[in-house]
């Protein structure tokens, strides 16, 4: 007889319990984390201001209310608390939807969890090094020779781009993780990557326009990375047992 704790036959209720919980830990987290960067957020301001000392110098970087300062180190905290917890977001998830496939975490998985964190922070890293200067370089260099422009920039749209383009820069970079995680729920394999490998550009495509901004210079810098971890996925998940 199987004992009534088994996670595979709790109740609707029960589950919805265990998502109540595993939800409020995620969001804890953020929170936990969150406080601890504001703390640094004159640090994190610094860094995110200053991707390419050169491009800067186009630049003019100005507030237009009293309360934006506080605003924005409240934007930036929260942001890089949600940047530190996607490995343990993502273990909450693991954990909900594991034992629907009556499978118990392993040490491969607990890696699998870590990894996310480098993959996230090499692609943040890739977008503030090369995709945000080489972007900021390309738009500041659009000016009228009829019309003298200056870039007077407000500080809350220009971290909203900056902080934007690291977030999708990290998120982009889960490709293998996410593949690692549909390979070992059963819902795809390296056969099925590689004949949906066209349909899938497609879409990378489609998913950068979505998340870039409106121009197709960007929407580029991020899909050639994408393609290039789509294709890494289809190398991993083929050595997965």
Do not use: C
Not at 193 to 208: D, E, H, P, V
Request: hydrophobic content about 55%; cysteine-free.
């Amino acid at each position: 007889m199987k004992s009534t704790s088994d996670n595979t036959q709790m109740p609707f209720w029960n589950h919805i319990d265990e998502l109540r919980g595993r939800v409020i830990k995620a969001l804890l987290t953020v929170i936990v984390f969150s406080l601890v960067a504001y703390f640094f957020s004159d640090i994190f301001l610094q860094i995110l201001s200053q991707p390419d000392i050169n491009i800067m110098d186009k630049i003019n970087l100005q507030v237009l209310k009293v309360t934006s300062m506080f605003m924005i180190k409240i934007y930036i905290s929260l942001i890089i608390g949600l940047m530190f917890s996607i490995p343990v977001i993502l273990y909450q998830v693991w954990k909900f939807i594991s034992p629907a496939i009556d499978k118990k975490l392993n040490f491969i998985t607990l890696v699998m969890f870590m990894m996310s964190t480098v993959f996230f922070i090499g692609g943040a890293y890739f977008s503030y090094k090369t995709i945000i200067p080489v972007s900021i370089s390309f738009f500041t260099s659009l000016t009228s020779k009829s019309v003298p422009v200056d870039y007077n920039i407000t500080l809350e749209n220009y971290l909203i781009y900056v902080i934007w383009m690291v977030f999708v820069g990290g998120l982009i970079f889960q490709l293998p993780i996410i593949s690692i995680i549909f390979k070992r729920l059963g819902l795809i394999d390296h056969h099925l990557l590689r004949r949906g490998r066209r349909y899938s550009f497609l879409g990378i495509f489609i998913f950068a326009a979505i998340l870039t901004p409106p121009d197709p210079f960007s929407q580029l810098l991020f899909s050639v990375p994408l393609i290039i971890l789509y294709e890494v996925s289809i190398v991993i998940i083929r050595f997965m047992k």
